[in-house]
């Protein structure tokens, strides 16, 4: 039996029945990462409308204290790689690998960065040096795929690839497609 809108009444719906009987627990943001997410919102959005000079200036316009935060460096590296900055957003990447050493983020990118510049095996070498943690994310798998059959290393990549897409199935339709 669940209450019913109206003054409190019970009523005979089973709307409510099917909800968890232990409590949700919410991610607790504290006041500090909530502050950090408004400071980047305009920088995020001038990234979303390709205004990157702009998001740029933004981030540069945050305190001392937010540019060593991860989610700053993150956004440089991505900002860094939409211009094809390649060796800047290498530099950012080791930045964010050396502040934040279980985030993916630095890992991934600088692998992919230095794939662009045709350091494929290097790229390799940098996601198996990542954290332990990289192996629960697929596009390490899938990553280490496309460099491993760059490499020609053609077995090896569909190991990589099969596990990629058995942690997500939406892998398979882009690796169809990727050169």
């Not at 204290?65 to 991860?70: G, K, S, T």
């Not at 662009?116 to 795929?145: C, I, M, V």
């Amino acid at each position: 039996m669940s209450i019913n809108r109206n003054i409190g009444e019970p009523d005979d719906s089973a709307a409510f029945d099917n909800l968890p009987s232990q409590p949700i627990h919410l991610p607790v943001f504290s006041p500090h990462s909530m502050s950090l997410h408004k400071e980047l919102q305009s920088a995020e959005g001038y990234l979303e409308l390709g205004m990157f000079d702009e998001a740029w200036e933004a981030l540069d316009e945050l305190s001392a204290d937010w540019q060593a935060e991860p989610a700053v460096m993150e956004m440089r590296v991505m900002l860094q790689m939409n211009r094809e900055n390649w060796e800047d957003a290498i530099e950012w990447c080791d930045r964010l690998c050396e502040a934040a050493p279980q985030s993916h983020a630095g890992f991934i990118h600088g692998a992919y960065c230095l794939h662009e510049l045709g350091r494929t095996a290097e790229a390799r070498d940098k996601l198996h040096n990542g954290p332990s943690s990289l192996q629960k994310d697929p596009l390490f798998f899938y990553n280490l795929a496309c460099y491993e059959a760059q490499l020609g290393e053609t077995e090896t990549a569909r190991t990589w690839l099969d596990r990629a897409c058995n942690l997500d199935r939406t892998l398979k339709k882009q690796a169809e497609t990727d050169p």
